[in-house]
């Protein structure tokens, strides 16, 4: 009996919306059929082509990913679907993966679901947990010397007793889930806030950057940043011991469940009847330009028409295709773009930072952190050191800037 699980979905072309029909798979156990998990991880995997014009595009739906030799199960939930719709559906595929195992695969890790958001979330959680940067022994040893060429990505392996301890230690890191966990991976690996690491770990980015494997670029921009932060005392301690809160059963360890959208900010929304007052909502409360905002608006429209308010119902309907629209203008590339732009040059000078991020809201968002980290990236890449630690030294400033508003 075959583990891995497709099924044929009826689907309309958003190029020229002729209807048809395409093969999506639901389920995959990636020891069955590694072709497929290949497939995910190189982002091609359910990607359909219409039969009338040709277009290519991302089928989308739900997706639960088996990974024995991790011990891990995925569900790469949907963006737009509501969170009690997508928990069901990833309940329903997990009763199925379990049914088609052997008595003897039916092991305890099963029962706890890692969600994240579409499949590109679960092909960058399986890449920072599964692959490991492991050079030869001869050009470990010289991280502490002189600069050798980065390692070859393809040289990816499981680490071993044998593998340079600072390698361990960032593999270590690219894998941890929690801010506890990675602490105590610096805790017990002080040597890792070197700058000679640092230098490790900007080749190591290059190599990822000229093989095209930008998910483990990213993953270790993170890290980098995050050393940094240690190095300089940006994290409080009680924010180093910090652990997740305990998941729900059978699905836990979500990055979207974690998130709520506050109330005083939901009625804020509620009250913004003008493009001009939404604007100033957003500036007020940054949090509503964060994607996931969408999903719990959705949620709310759903919970409405229950409760039979269907007046509420529209109105938060009719603000969330605004806010959509928002989202789109204020942190898109040219919005960013132009919102780091006047944030780089506003220097040092604390008025000018706050009126910066006042008149920027989307600098508070998850996607200008990862944008600053890929300009650091850059400007190192180019030898400009100064600009890439101005952009982390922002990302930091940032960061602390929205835990204080987290905290009002």
Known sequence: ?????????????????????????????????????????????????????GHQADAGGPLLVHDPAGRRVYFAAPADAPEHVWRERAQELLYVLIGSLPEERRLPYLSDVQVEVEASGVRRAMLRRGRRFAPQASDAAQHTTEPSPPPPVDDIRPASPTVDPIIGAIEALLAADTPAEASAIIDHHPEILTSDVDALIERLIAAAHTQGDHDIARALMEVRA?????????????????????????????????????????????????????????????????????????????????????????????????????????????????????????????????????????????????????????ARARGDDALAEHAVECRALLRRVREGLQEE
């Open 226 to 378: 995050l050393l940094h932060d240690f190095r300089t005392g940006t994290i409080p301690d009680e924010r180093r011991n910090d652990a997740h809160a305990a998941a729900p059963p059978h699905l836990s360890a979500s990055t979207m469940s974690e998130h709520r959208l506050a109330e005083q900010a939901y009625e804020a929304f509620l009250r913004a009847d003008s493009p001009h007052a939404l604007r100033e909502t957003v500036s007020t409360y940054p949090a509503l330009l964060e994607p996931w905002v969408d999903d719990e608006l959705a949620g709310r429209v759903e919970s409405a028409l229950d409760e039979g308010n269907e007046h509420l119902a529209q109105v938060i309907e009719l603000r969330r295709d605004a806010l959509t629209c928002l989202r789109t203008e204020m942190t898109g590339e040219e919005g960013l773009y132009q919102a780091i732009h006047a944030l780089l040059r506003a220097g040092g000078e604390a008025d000018a930072l706050a009126a910066v991020v006042d008149e920027y809201p989307a600098l508070l968002t998850d996607a200008a952190q990862t944008a600053l980290l890929e300009l650091a990236a850059g």
């Open 1 to 53: 009996m075959s583990i891995s699980y497709a099924e044929f979905a009826s689907l309309i072309c958003p190029a020229c919306r002729a209807p048809f029909a395409a093969e999506i798979w639901t389920i995959i156990d990636a020891d069955e059929r590694p072709d497929l998990a290949e497939m995910l991880l190189s982002g091609a995997l359910n990607v359909v082509t219409c039969p009338q014009c």
